[in-house]
């Protein structure tokens, strides 16, 4: 299976990449925080790039675009950030937005990778990212079992190739914590191999998670090894995008899982 970031292609058919998270910038009408804003930025950036994130995350001022941030709030917020680690880092970038017009900003700022967790509400968003060769992650959000979230994705992707997406530029993320339970989470994650079945690498949302913390009673600084086994079921599963707070940790659990279980991985 391959994937395409930019103008690289990634062999992931058995090797898992991962996406590390930076925790989006304060208000940047602020004059001087804006600038340590983005110094901080660039620090998590760093530390996330020598810990071997092969993807940079930035975040918006919420989890995906819409209630309560307006169109030029998350502007402000996403697109200087987006520009200056892209100044400053080869690493592929990806932009957490359901909004074309964004989308569009932060691939002209070096984004090369956009998320939406509507469903492509907005009707602009997939011909926005084939004009720019981008690739779109589609997050599932809601109340769902295995076999509706599979069938949702499936619907999703088959429209990003109808607008002239390839399956190498569309990924798919189960939501594991938007709008499920605990119980839907954790099912969604053993049911890994059934949307990894649907063709698109398939992208795995489980660091630091809410369900991880439930099941556990783990408070959220308390789920790191959690995590790492919730990322270890993933890849045996098929998951090939780990989106991880804990890069170094997220990388040493899918090498050694690709490793020990070598052509079971290949297959998912």
């Known amino acids: 299976m391959q994937l395409q970031l930019g103008d690289r292609s990634h062999d992931v058919t058995s090797r898992a990449l991962i996406m590390g998270i930076l925790r989006h910038p304060s208000d940047p009408s602020s004059g001087h925080g804006e600038v340590r804003s983005l110094d901080h930025l660039h620090r998590q950036a760093e530390q996330l790039v020598a810990e071997g994130a092969d993807v940079l995350d930035v975040g918006g001022p919420s989890p995906g675009a819409g209630a309560g941030v307006s169109e030029q709030e998350e502007l402000d917020c996403v697109v200087p950030a987006v520009e200056a680690l892209h100044q400053r880092f080869e690493v592929p970038l990806s932009?957490?937005?359901?909004?074309?017009?964004?989308?569009?900003?932060?691939?002209?700022?070096?984004?090369?990778?956009?998320?939406?967790?509507s469903g492509f509400?907005?009707?602009?968003?997939?011909?926005v990212a084939a004009a720019a060769g981008a690739t779109?992650?589609?997050?599932?959000?809601?109340?769902?079992?295995?076999?509706?979230?599979?069938?949702?994705?499936?619907?999703?992707?088959?429209?990003?190739e109808a607008a002239g997406l390839p399956p190498?530029?569309?990924?798919i993320d189960a939501g594991l914590d938007?709008?499920?339970?605990?119980?839907?989470?954790?099912?969604?994650?053993?049911?890994?191999?059934?949307?990894?079945?649907?063709?698109?690498?398939?992208?795995?949302?489980?660091?630091?998670?809410?369900?991880?913390?439930?099941?556990?009673?783990?408070?959220?600084?308390?789920?790191?090894?959690?995590?790492h086994a919730a990322h270890a079921i993933g890849v045996i599963g098929g998951c090939r995008i780990?989106?991880?707070?804990?890069?170094?940790?997220a990388r040493r659990v899918a090498d050694v899982v690709a490793a020990l279980v070598g052509d079971e991985v290949s297959r998912g």
């Open 95 to 117: 932009c957490d937005t359901s909004r074309a017009s964004v989308a569009r900003a932060a691939y002209g700022a070096g984004a090369v990778v956009a998320n939406d967790r």
């Open 121 to 127: 509400a907005d009707p602009d968003y997939l011909a």
């Open 136 to 160: 779109v992650i589609t997050t599932h959000v809601g109340v769902a079992t295995v076999a509706e979230v599979a069938a949702s994705l499936a619907k999703r992707g088959r429209s990003a």
């Open 168 to 171: 190498t530029r569309i990924v």
């Open 178 to 227: 938007l709008g499920k339970t605990w119980r839907q989470s954790i099912a969604l994650l053993r049911g890994s191999s059934v949307l990894a079945g649907l063709g698109y690498p398939l992208c795995l949302s489980a660091s630091n998670a809410t369900f991880l913390g439930t099941l556990l009673d783990l408070g959220t600084e308390e789920r790191r090894e959690a995590s």
């Open 242 to 249: 780990l989106r991880a707070h804990d890069v170094r940790g």
